[in-house]
């Protein structure tokens, strides 16, 4: 297997504006199945896509898998990207069919480099590889004319082709006129895909479009993805089967921009920075520089962890202010019984702005509610802190 030469096509957009690569599914090319959609995000993208080998002029070459597919439309991006003065590759991602598969590949392969990524029509494993191998044994045999007839059955819903005569002609035509060796190649590379038990390790937001009436990918076959990778959603649009773009272009392109068009989740390092501003705030700069200080390699991925998690993720969140959030600390760790950590929170409480009054009122419910001895040791911790803040 070798990575092929793949064929980028300019389809809507400006390089200026956030790049966003769209991959084909199998028959067609970037431009029959993608043009719609992408004149209509053509204001918000710069929209590129990419054509299988024999598909849309796109040249044949060795057997590839869908891995090598993937790294020929990172190559394909990082193309783009160049030519754009683009700093870094960085990228959102649509891929219908086996351009979704290819999706799905670029997702765990090169995680860094997709945003976040809408898969269509598409699964983790499509069909069976048999199914694949009797294809590409067909087409190799007789020629397009072999798959025209049933892909005309699966690719659109009832009462499409009757309704939009000019774009499934546009598509069926695509289909006919693509090389047979390459398209038997690709259907080779889908007998051997399948990366069901790797979903749940893809980090980027995914969102999964199904057609309702789609036989060859139902939305099952969506479901599966969005529910198994941690940022996915599903949508399944109604009275649209295998090619989503083409049969529904306003309501797919609608979908992708407001999907597309979020703010891309921020950073780890982004949220250990803002967990270190609070935790700063919270516990004071003594405090944290003198724990800083004291990180050495056996304890600096646990105080990553915290300064992360704990004041990045919680202590960050709106739903309560900095005083209830003292309060439920202090009773929590006047339960559990420590004492270290009491000590330090009650001196994080006062610069929250809790009173006195107000930490003596948490103590006493906290003897009702987790005993009077450890209420007792807490008012001792407590006054000791206390006083030393009083004395300032």
């Known amino acids: 297997m070798t990575i092929p030469r793949l064929r980028t096509v300019e389809l809507a957009g400006r390089p200026g504006l956030p790049l966003l690569v769209v991959g084909p599914s199998l028959g067609t090319s970037a431009k029959t199945l993608w043009s719609a959609v992408a004149k209509r995000l053509g204001d ?59 999706g799905l590949q670029l997702l765990l392969d090169a995680p860094t480099a997709v945003d976040r990524a809408v898969l269509v029509c598409t699964g983790a494993r499509i069909g069976e590889p048999a199914s694949w191998r009797e294809r590409a044994a067909a087409v190799r045999g007789g020629g397009m004319e072999a798959v025209v007839t049933a892909s005309a059955q699966r690719w659109f819903a009832p009462g499409f082709v009757e309704r939009e005569p000019a774009t499934a002609s546009t598509l069926l035509d695509a289909l006919r006129h693509t090389d047979s060796e390459g398209y038997a190649q690709a259907c080779e590379a889908l007998a051997g895909f399948d990366v069901r038990e790797r979903l749940a390790g893809i980090g980027a937001p995914l969102l999964a479009i199904a057609g309702a009436a789609d036989a060859a990918t139902p939305p099952e076959s969506l479901r599966q993805i969005a529910s198994q990778v941690p940022g996915g959603r599903l949508e399944v649009l109604g009275d649209v089967a295998h090619q989503a773009p083409a049969e529904a272009p306003a309501r797919v392109a609608d979908l ?19 967990g270190m501003v609070v935790r700063r705030e919270v516990l004071g700069d003594t405090h944290v520089d003198r724990a800083t200080a004291a990180i050495t390699d056996f304890t600096a991925e646990f105080q990553e962890l915290i300064t992360t998690y704990a004041w990045g993720t919680i202590w960050t969140r709106p739903g309560l202010d900095r005083r209830s959030r003292s309060m439920i600390t202090l009773t929590a760790l006047i339960a559990r019984g420590h004492h270290e950590e009491l000590a330090m929170h009650v001196r994080a409480a006062l610069r929250n702005g809790l009173t006195t009054e107000e930490i003596k009122e948490v103590i006493l419910q906290s003897a009702i509610y987790c005993g009077v001895p450890d209420a007792n040791t807490a008012f001792r911790v407590a006054a000791g802190i206390i006083a030393e803040d009083t004395t300032r």
């Open 44 to 102: 918000r993208f710069h929209v590129v896509g990419w054509d299988l080998p024999g598909h849309g002029g796109c040249p044949v070459g060795e057997p590839f898998s869908i891995a090598d597919l993937a790294s020929g439309a990172l190559e394909c991006a990082a193309e783009v990207a160049a030519v754009r003065g683009d700093d870094e590759l960085s990228f959102r991602y649509a891929g219908s069919s086996l351009g979704g598969a290819v």
């Open 256 to 274: 992708m921009r407001d999907f597309l068009a979020a703010p891309a989740p921020a950073t780890v390092r982004e949220i250990y920075d803002a």
